[in-house]
């Protein structure tokens, strides 16, 4: 079974500049996560999905930050315009349904310099 | 809102040696799970073990134990027999079980270094 896919896996960019991350679930999985991984700290939720609704969005910078999932599989995260701020290593993860006994699966992150 | 600590930023263990990670958290929720993820320095996170707060028997994989007391909202994470394949950052996790709120919080992190 092919786990979570994510690319790029490095980007640098100039602030001001956009930037846009994709992720591929785990095949069949109704449930998509976006982390923000600071260095030095763990893994923050920017946005989840079910299916291709959000089901919460409440820490996501919706001034610069968007996401969508319109067909229920891929995501597209997207950042516009960048801040130095922003640098982090960008987590997608997957799980079956969304239930709470659900384990979430990581992908290998994108991680994001903005000079 | 939930919080996790992770008080120990860095520990290191000898091969073939025990250490123990620790982890506090704060919620007001009686019934919760609670995580232990693995991420090497591919960046790849792992699950290593998960706990059902309404379980009281601590649970086990393989060289990996948990030990779990709810009253003091503790939750800790011993590697016994550690190997060098064991060196990663390891982050402890929260999650409700209240529909629509399954986000994972995770505490600081502690990264562990396994000396041969």
């Known amino acids: 079974e092919a786990g979570v896919a994510q690319s790029p896996r490095y980007k640098i960019i100039e602030k001001r500049q956009s930037v846009a991350f994709w992720c591929n679930p785990i095949?069949?999985?109704?449930?998509l996560y976006w982390y923000q991984q600071i260095l030095g700290q763990g893994p923050k939720l920017l946005i989840q999905f079910q299916n291709n609704g959000v089901v919460d969005d409440s820490q996501l910078p919706k001034d610069r930050f968007s996401a969508e999932r319109l067909k229920g599989v891929d995501s597209t995260l997207k950042i516009q315009p960048a801040k130095l701020e922003d640098s982090a290593v960008y987590l997608c993860?997957?799980?079956?349904?969304?239930?709470?006994?659900?384990?979430?699966?990581f992908g290998p992150g994108t991680r994001l310099t903005v000079l | 809102a939930q919080t996790v600590t992770q008080s120990q930023p860095e520990m290191s263990v000898q091969e073939a040696e025990t250490v123990t990670l620790s982890c506090t958290y704060d919620t007001s929720e009686s019934d919760y799970y609670l995580f232990w993820y693995k991420q090497p320095p591919s960046r790849q996170m792992i699950l290593v073990i998960r706990q059902e707060a309404y379980k009281q028997q601590n649970a086990t994989e393989n060289r990996f134990s948990v030990n779990f007391q709810k009253a003091a909202k503790s939750f800790s994470l011993k590697i016994s027999d550690s190997q060098l394949g064991d060196a990663a950052m390891y982050f402890c996790a929260y999650r409700s079980t209240f529909q629509g709120a399954q986000k994972l919080v995770f505490g600081q992190g502690t990264r562990l270094t396994i000396n041969p």
């Open positions: 095949s069949g999985h109704a449930t």
């Open positions: 993860a997957s799980s079956p349904s969304g239930r709470s006994t659900d384990t979430q699966y």
